[in-house]
């Protein structure tokens, strides 16, 4: 069981920057792809970015490209995402996710994801 804890989000004004950190509890965090996902209330999970279990492939959500950067450092088992240009439609609960399946044509997928974290809000303020 792939434990998740979210940090660094909070309050930003729109145009700002956060930086968000997902650590895991698995001995194994190397071996797993990752994802960002984020929702917004009354909308349904979105899908942010993702990055492969050796993070030589990104993806992310067209309207999130050349704003938002994925990365990971598996020595101390913790993904980043950072977020630049954060407009106020951005508020929403962002959680990370993780699986060991291949997510090459469906990262974009919740249901790839097997473990989730419990989110962190992100308000983005006009």
């Known amino acids: 069981q792939v434990q998740l804890v979210e940090s660094g989000g909070g309050l930003v004004q729109a145009g700002g920057s956060l930086r968000l950190s997902c650590a895991a509890s698995?001995?194994?965090?190397?071996?797993?792809?990752m994802g960002w996902f984020r929702q917004a209330p009354g909308k349904e999970r979105e899908f942010v970015a993702a990055?492969?279990?050796?993070?030589?492939?990104?993806y992310y959500a067209d309207s999130m490209k050349g704003r938002f950067t994925i990365s990971r450092d598996n020595a101390k088992k913790t993904v980043y995402l950072q977020m630049n240009s954060l407009k106020p439609e951005e508020t929403a609960v962002y959680y990370c996710?993780?699986?060991?399946?291949?997510?090459?044509?469906?990262?974009?997928?919740?249901?790839?994801?097997?473990?989730w974290g419990q989110g962190t809000q992100v308000t983005v303020s006009s």
């Open positions: 996710a993780a699986t060991r399946s291949l997510i090459t044509g469906s990262y974009y997928h919740a249901k790839t994801y097997d473990y």
């Open positions: 990055i492969s279990w050796i993070g030589g492939s990104t």
């Open positions: 698995e001995r194994t965090f190397s071996n797993y792809n």
